[in-house]
């Protein structure tokens, strides 16, 4: 079994900031990418941010410049620096970690339970 649990959601001025960590645990062989996607009501999940093992890293246009996303290996962890939040950023952000396991030889998606970020004055 294979959990993420994220953490550092809330509530936050507009122009202010939050970091969200998503930490990885359970039977784990290999961590390819991890990264963020969120979803507002009525709306497809949609990509914000994605790490590769390597560090490689790729941003939504609408995040590009305020957003961070980084990784720590050793603790099967990512995490997301959200700078100059912007009200339009309101919404639920879930994480991933595309695992790969040696015993199927394929890769599968494992998805965070979800974290509220709220920007409003």
């Known amino acids: 079994q294979v959990q993420l649990v994220e953490s550092g959601g809330g509530l936050v001025q507009p122009g202010g900031s939050l970091r969200l960590s998503c930490a990885a645990s359970?039977?784990?062989?290999?961590?390819?990418?991890m990264g963020w996607y969120r979803q507002a009501p009525g709306k497809e999940r949609e990509l914000v941010a994605i790490?590769?093992?390597?560090?490689?890293?790729n941003y939504a246009d609408s995040v590009k410049g305020r957003f961070t996303i980084s990784r720590d290996n050793a603790k099967n962890t990512v995490y997301l620096q959200m700078n100059s939040l912007k009200p339009e950023d309101t919404t639920v952000y879930y994480c991933?970690?595309?695992?790969?396991?040696?015993?199927?030889?394929?890769?599968?998606?494992?998805w965070g339970q979800g974290t509220q970020v709220t920007v409003s004055s």
């Open positions: 991933h970690a595309d695992l790969y396991q040696s015993a199927t030889m394929r890769t599968y998606r494992y």
């Open positions: 790490i590769s093992s390597g560090g490689s890293a």
């Open positions: 359970g039977s784990i062989f290999r961590i390819n990418a």
